[in-house]
């Protein structure tokens, strides 16, 4: 068995080497958002009475139970300063996990440099052991330091050290859970994306859980999200839920490595089939579209599922128009007037914020195909750089105006059958595709880096999580207008909504407009760059 | 464009071709100059600069001073229109994971403007190509393949190959080498980058060698070999004192009777009278091989 795990210690080395930024900065920006938010609420919520009205609007909003989960305890300012963090937070954290384990285990396989590694004194089992440590090691140190600023914000020692305990057992988990993926898929994108669908089912059941007075309620507790609300921070600190997710780690670990021990090194389970000997692709379109296809696919039924669930519930609020906190909270959210609309707006906003994520990995297929070296033989043959650049660009583009346009779709079918009016439909869809520019410059910008600085095309990523922290935390931490504006997401039309300010649809098409031709004529003027 | 290229009629006339990247000067006023009909071998050791030769030929990295003509254009401006004429084989294959070796074959044939699909199939057949396998499941050899097959298979005039028989198995190379031969039959120009020296000497009408960024050596192989030193050993009766000072004579190495040496081709007749007035026993001569040709130039790249 010691020869399995010869040379794990140096993969670890070797990961903690790679990652030496990426790491320990995306653990800052977890444990920054902690504290800050903590020590915002604090500073939000002087008194009891104001904290019990905020926790008791948040637990009867349906939606935004859906979104963020309810509030155990309402009189507790622990429980309510991580409103965000238990389930959405977690989730999103749950990604970065997932990216980790694939990055240093399967991604590595199909470059080749495993094999490289392989050849060296090294087990079988090390380079997924060393993955696994690498990431558990993570988990645990994001979790830790979370607690501790949570503490040093000034909440309650117990419920810090529970909540960082539960986000480092969630982070193990699906650590678990992509380390299963890694046997299972073809490669390592498809190995990320099983991670990222089964983080996205989590998310969804414990919505669907949550939601429920007297229904499923138990959905919430097949979901490791649903675990980590569960283990109920600062609001009865039940540290023996801890052992779900801990207990499903347990048993992924050894599938995950029985299922390593029947495949060979760089294929899936599943062989791979034969597929045509001739071709009909012939245009950069073509191969652009045929690489791309698989991604819009996915992000298409997912779009329209967390969109008609969305719509379906945003009618629940108009029950509550008579609160005045509610009021007060949902022109938080960004609303402006009417409350059921000010709620399809903020999910219309997020819909258009999550979707641009989408439009990011499609952009950013231009500089994968030119690392890997295959942009360079499509170049060699009779392809002008800009037809090339054009087709990927095409399809990130039309790719996020698709999915905003059946997430509209979705969201108002989904409103229009709650409250039966097919007319909120039409009016949906239209507040919907407002949402396309912010989106586009979003792909533009990243589009616009990577023709300046090829190599720096990833910090495309960096400044779509910052967009999203101020979009998020902006509010709540106090940040000056100006500094709430230089997110795109921000200058979106508020729709649907009476008094939307149309004008900014105009200057995020012109800047995205702008840094698609300086990033074209960027490119055309650069060398390819390996 | 800096002094017009003194060779119009070359396929290939590369006059003091600049290139940097970053700080570092990987190509040093580099000249080349490949005539229509010709198969030119291009050797260097790892890192002199071939690659990005043939990259800056096909307008896939911009050159930073020299002048280059390329079947009559400027690779840089003119990319598309100079690509429709010839074909590349990069070192090192990349194909898509999920796409099939037929399917890569007809996308890049298509996207030079088609392919002959008799060629096509008598070229898979020839490098025992399995065209129905997705890209990631190639070995090294494979994908070469595939990129072998999508270039020769379309009807141009000049195929560029960078080392392009890496990775093939010896029956694979000698099926290169005969379709290289047929090639050059037919008229077309190739530029090939290449470490197999019997691969260059059955191939190559002339030879270019590179070394740190720039052409040291150039001609045909006979002109080369003539630049090179025949390795002579005698069997003498007495030793001539003053052996070592001959004109073109180097490396001497004397044990008792028996000497060695190396010589010019411009030092024989020198050696050979002086050796003559020492009596030979027993004389053997060995032929300057294009092995020792290269490896005295590459050895020059120590310091």
């Given amino acids: 068995m010691s020869g399995e795990l010869a040379g794990t210690a140096g993969l670890v080395r070797l990961a903690l080497r790679r990652d030496r930024v990426l790491i320990p900065a995306w653990v800052a920006l977890f444990v920054a958002m902690s504290g800050f938010s903590a020590s915002a609420t604090v500073g939000l919520y002087p008194d009891q009475a104001s904290r019990i009205e905020a926790a008791n609007t948040i637990n009867s909003t349906a939606s935004v139970v859906a979104l963020y989960g309810p509030i155990y305890d309402p009189s507790s300012l622990g429980a309510l300063s991580i409103t965000k963090m238990t389930a959405m937070y977690a989730a999103f954290m749950s990604i970065l996990m997932v990216m980790l384990v694939v990055r240093h285990s399967r991604a590595e396989e199909e470059t080749g440099r495993l094999e490289l590694v392989g050849a060296g004194v090294v087990g079988r089992a090390a380079p997924l052991v060393a993955a696994l440590l690498v990431v558990g090691g993570a988990s645990c140190v994001l979790g830790l330091l979370s607690g501790v600023a949570l503490m040093a914000a000034g909440l309650p020692v117990a419920g810090s050290l529970i909540f960082g305990a539960g986000w480092a057992a969630t982070g193990l988990c699906f650590a678990a859970v992509a380390a299963v993926a890694a046997q299972l898929a073809g490669g390592g994108r498809a190995a990320n994306g099983i991670g990222f669908t089964v983080i996205a089912l989590a998310y969804l059941a414990r919505a669907i859980g949550d939601l429920a007075e007297a229904g499923p309620g138990w959905l919430s507790w097949l979901s490791p999200i649903g675990w980590n609300q569960q283990v109920r921070a600062y609001a009865g600190d039940r540290w023996s839920v801890l052992l779900l997710p801990l207990a499903a780690t347990a048993v992924l670990v050894p599938v995950a490595f029985a299922l390593r021990g029947r495949r060979d090194l760089g294929s899936g389970l599943m062989p791979d089939r034969p597929g045509p000997g001739a071709g009909r692709l012939g245009s950069p379109l073509g191969l652009a579209w045929r690489l791309q296809r698989p991604l819009l696919i996915a992000w298409t039924s997912g779009s329209v599922v967390l969109a008609f669930m969305m719509g379906s519930i945003a009618h629940n609020v108009a029950g509550l128009l008579d609160s005045p906190a509610v009021a007060k909270f949902v022109r938080q959210l960004g609303g402006a007037q009417g409350l059921t609309d000010a709620f399809l707006a903020a999910e219309l906003g997020l819909m258009g914020t999550i979707i641009a994520a989408y439009g990011i990995s499609a952009i950013t297929r231009l500089r994968t195909e030119e690392s890997a070296g295959r942009a360079e033989a499509v170049l060699a043959a009779a392809t002008p750089r800009l037809r090339w650049v054009a087709s990927h660009a095409l399809i990130a583009l039309a790719g996020v105006a698709w999915l905003l346009l059946v997430a509209g779709l979705a969201t108002g079918l989904g409103h229009g059958l709650a409250v039966g009016d097919p007319g909120q439909v039409l009016r949906i869809t239209v507040a919907a595709l407002a949402r396309i520019p912010a989106a586009w410059l979003m792909v533009a910008l990243v589009f616009a880096v990577w023709g300046l600085w090829p190599r720096a095309t990833a910090f495309g990523w960096g400044a779509y999580a910052v967009f999203i922290v101020i979009g998020e935390f902006g509010q709540l931490w106090g940040l000056p207008r100006w500094a709430m504006d230089t997110s795109p997401f921000a200058r979106s039309p508020v729709l649907p909504g009476p008094e939307a300010d149309l004008s900014g649809l105009v200057w995020l098409t012109a800047i995205a407009a702008g840094l698609l031709a300086c990033g074209s004529a960027a490119f055309r003027r650069r060398d390819l760059a390996g | ?303």
């Fill in chain 2, 1 to 303: 464009m800096d002094a017009p290229p003194d060779n119009p009629a070359a396929v290939i006339d590369v006059v003091g071709l600049v290139k940097h990247f970053g700080r570092t000067r990987v190509l040093n006023e580099l000249s080349l100059s490949v005539a229509a009909g010709e198969v030119h071998g291009f050797l260097g050791p790892n890192g002199a600069g071939k690659t990005t030769t043939l990259r800056i030929l096909l307008g896939l990295l911009r050159s930073d001073g020299g002048s280059i003509r390329l079947l009559g254009g400027d690779p840089w401006r003119d990319a598309v229109d100079l690509h429709r004429r010839l074909a590349y084989v990069p070192g090192d294959v990349a194909l898509w994971p999920t796409l099939t070796g037929g399917e890569v074959i007809d996308l890049l044939g298509r996207l030079r403007g088609g392919l002959d699909p008799h060629r096509r199939a008598a070229l898979i057949e020839r490098f025992e190509l399995d065209p129905t396998m997705k890209g990631r499941a190639y070995s090294k050899g494979n994908r070469q393949k595939v990129a072998l097959v999508a270039a020769l298979a379309s009807d141009v005039e000049l195929l560029l190959l960078d080392e392009p028989t890496s990775g093939l198995d010896p029956l694979m190379e000698a099926q290169f080498r005969e379709y290289i031969k047929e090639v050059r039959g037919d008229g077309r120009t190739v530029l090939l980058s290449s470490h197999i020296l019997a691969e260059v000497e059955a191939l190559c009408d002339r030879v270019s060698i590179i070394r740190d960024g720039a052409v040291v050596e150039s001609g045909t192989l006979t002109q080369l070999r003539h630049l090179s030193r025949t390795t002579i050993s005698a069997d003498l009766t007495t030793v001539p004192a003053g052996l070592a000072d001959l004109p073109g004579v180097h490396d001497l190495v004397t044990e008792g009777q028996r000497i060695t040496a190396s010589v010019e081709t411009g030092g024989m007749a020198g050696l050979m009278a002086a050796l003559g007035a020492g009596g030979v026993t027993a004389l053997t001569s060995a032929p300057p091989t294009l092995e020792e040709l290269f490896l005295r130039h590459y050895q020059k790249t120590r310091p």
